[in-house]
């Protein structure tokens, strides 16, 4: 069964500084990868996805994938109180389009 | 560009009643639409993929004939719940896949439906 596992937190970080949200995987066969943001009460929205091994930037976010290590990462520069969420990792493998969601880690971001 | 939108964005009915939520993607054509349901405090669970132009596939559990989903054309599918209970009482969020090589989702705003 393919698993996608993210910590719960809350992950609670100081305005101003990186957040860093992890997430592992179970499928070596694993290809796509996506962030989703979650504000409480509303429904996903898709901040990312990255395929190949490194890093990929845009604008304040950064995700991360080793393969190798199966994990993905995502980090976000300059955490405002505005990125308090709830964190989405979702992987799609062989050959399929429909994700494996992770259960989310809530993001606290205090001033 | 990827938008999706849902209607109702919330709705109150009484048990025994049915329910017909919209998704529709606004700005590009959606082959597939997802269904899901979320409670409170909890992660997203994936009731259905539905196709344009062919039957819905449903996850193991999700009750086919109580939750119908039509998916008629390639910008519109609809999650009938039908003969609704408390117990149907959740939040539900529609997706549909981008037309890139990825298949990245595009969630609508969710439809908050709360049977009495």
């Known amino acids: 069964q393919k698993e996608v596992e993210q910590n719960s937190g809350p992950l609670s970080v100081p305005e101003g500084a990186i957040a860093s949200l992890n997430c592992t995987y179970s499928?070596?066969?694993?290809?796509?990868f996506f962030w989703y943001r979650q504000y409480s009460g509303k429904s996903p929205e898709l901040i990312m996805f990255i395929y190949s091994n490194g890093d990929k930037e845009d604008g304040r976010f950064t995700a991360q994938l080793n393969k190798a290590s199966q994990y993905v990462s995502l980090l976000i520069r300059d955490s405002q109180p505005s990125d308090s969420a709830t964190y989405l990792c979702a992987v799609t493998s062989g050959g399929s389009y429909i994700p494996t969601f992770g259960r989310g880690t809530s993001l606290i971001v205090h001033p | 560009g990827a938008v999706v939108s849902q209607h109702p964005s919330w709705v109150i009915c009484k048990s025994g009643t049915s329910v017909k939520i919209e998704c529709r993607s606004l700005d590009f054509q959606a082959t597939t639409m997802f269904w899901y349901r979320q409670f409170p405090k909890q992660s997203l669970m994936l009731m259905a993929t539905?196709?344009?132009?062919?039957?819905?596939?449903?996850e193991q559990g999700v009750e086919k004939d109580k939750f119908l989903i039509n998916h008629a054309s390639l910008t519109l599918s609809t999650l009938t719940v039908t003969s609704a209970h408390p117990e149907d009482s959740s939040f539900y969020i529609c997706?549909?896949?981008?037309?890139?090589?990825?298949?990245?989702?595009?969630f609508g705003p969710g439809t908050r439906l709360t049977v009495t």
């Open positions: 499928d070596r066969g694993s290809q796509s």
């Open positions: 997706s549909a896949a981008g037309t890139g090589d990825f298949y990245e989702q595009y």
């Open positions: 539905s196709n344009e132009g062919s039957k819905a596939t449903y």
